[in-house]
Structure formats: C-alpha cells, structure tokens
C-alpha cells in the first residue's frame, strides 16, 4: 500500500530555514500529483505548495518566494525547502499525494481531498 513518511521538522527562529521530506512508497503508477499540506491549531488545513510528475509546481501566495518543492524521482523522495521562516508559518506540515497528475494544477489544488496522506511533521517558527 502507499506510505507516506514525513521528516524533518523541528523549531528555529524566524528567518531561519528547514528542508522537509517525504519518503514515498506503495504507487503503482508515475501518473502522481504530490503536495505539502499545514494545518495549524484552530485554524484550516492549508496547501502549501503541489508538484506534478513532470516537475510542475503550484504555491499558495503566503510562500511563494520562500518555499521550494523538489522531487528525487530515484529516491521517491519529495521535498519542501523553507527559508526565511515566519512565526505564521508554525503548523503540522503533511505530505499528501494522489493519482492523476494532469489535474494536479487545477485552480483548487489547495483543497482537493488527497487520497494519501503522512502522519506530519511539526514545523515551530519562533520570533
């Protein structure tokens, strides 16, 4: 089955920076649309940013210019780059994935219900 495992995570100042991952597992085809979700308390999951299998990416507005998603398709490993960290960037950060990677830009990528989801990874921006 399809695993999804999150590390990476941790506390630093803000402007500080961290490097996500997600080691995927289980996909029975590269047709794949994979995305960083968060989820801070009391407040909506949110889509951070969405890659397709062709290396395409989507941010939402908060992170552009900070964040970078990446792929190693050899490693099946995806990635989430964070620099200059804000304390509003505090959250549970999740890997999800989905089959289908042509609609992996769509207009509502943020809240497309991903099949696979990972357990998190707690990311704690202090000022």
């Known amino acids: 089955q399809v695993q999804l495992v999150e590390s990476g995570g941790g506390s630093v100042q803000a402007g500080g920076f961290l490097k996500l991952s997600c080691a995927a597992s289980g996909f029975t085809s590269s047709s794949i649309c994979m995305a960083w979700l968060r989820q801070a308390p009391g407040k909506e999951r949110e889509g951070v940013g969405v890659i397709d299998s062709g290396g395409r990416t989507s941010y939402v507005d908060s992170v552009k210019g900070r964040f970078t998603i990446s792929q190693d398709k050899v490693k099946n490993t995806l990635y989430l780059q964070m620099n200059s960290l804000k304390p509003e960037d505090t959250a549970m950060y999740y890997c999800?994935?989905?089959?289908?990677?042509?609609?992996?830009?769509?207009?509502?990528?943020?809240?497309?219900?991903?099949?696979?989801r990972g357990q998190g990874t707690q990311v704690t921006v202090s000022s």
């Open positions: 999800a994935a989905d089959y289908g990677s042509w609609s992996c830009l769509l207009p509502a990528w943020s809240r497309r219900p991903y099949k696979y």
